[in-house]
């Protein structure tokens, strides 16, 4: 979840929320395990809602964002196999939402890999800021505690 939240919560520069709430439990793998597989996680923020669902019993979309907007919006695939020929897509898309962006046209990109190891050790020379600094970090780490209300017992679990 951290990984994506951060995507979400730098492209919006968000800061902590004020509100989480987590559903989910342990529906696909049958195996013992306790940690859900199936969550659906709802973080509130002061103008809007983030909503990050994940399963362990479906690839579709792979591992990515979708951020719905009033003006459109941006799809972010990092990883999304096809299960018959096991090419990955990946790629961003802007759709734009028409009754706000008449004029707005669909536009589509490649997401580029990120070595954060390389990242961190070139910023670390160069002083730069890192791809992803420790206070976005710091913020996504929390939201993604916030939203963790998973207790034994609970359904599936």
Do not use: K
């Amino acid at each position: 979840m951290v990984h994506q939240l951060s995507f979400i919560m730098g492209l919006l520069d968000l800061p902590l929320p004020a509100a989480a709430a987590m559903s989910g439990g342990v529906f696909a793998e049958q195996d013992g395990r306790e940690v859900p597989d199936t969550i659906a996680v709802t973080l509130e923020f002061p103008d809007l809602v983030v909503t990050w669902q994940s399963t362990f019993s479906n690839s579709r979309y792979g591992l990515g964002e979708r951020v719905l907007g009033s003006d459109g919006t941006i799809e972010r695939l990092s990883g999304a196999t096809d299960m018959v020929t096991g090419r990955l897509a990946s790629g961003v898309h802007y759709w734009p939402e028409s009754a706000n962006r008449a004029d707005g046209a669909a536009a589509t990109g490649q997401a580029a890999e990120q070595d954060h190891m390389a990242n961190f050790l070139d910023c670390v020379r160069s002083r730069r800021q890192p791809n992803a600094p420790v206070e976005l970090g710091y913020r996504t780490a929390v939201a993604a505690h916030h939203g963790r209300t998973w207790r034994t017992g609970s359904a599936g679990g």
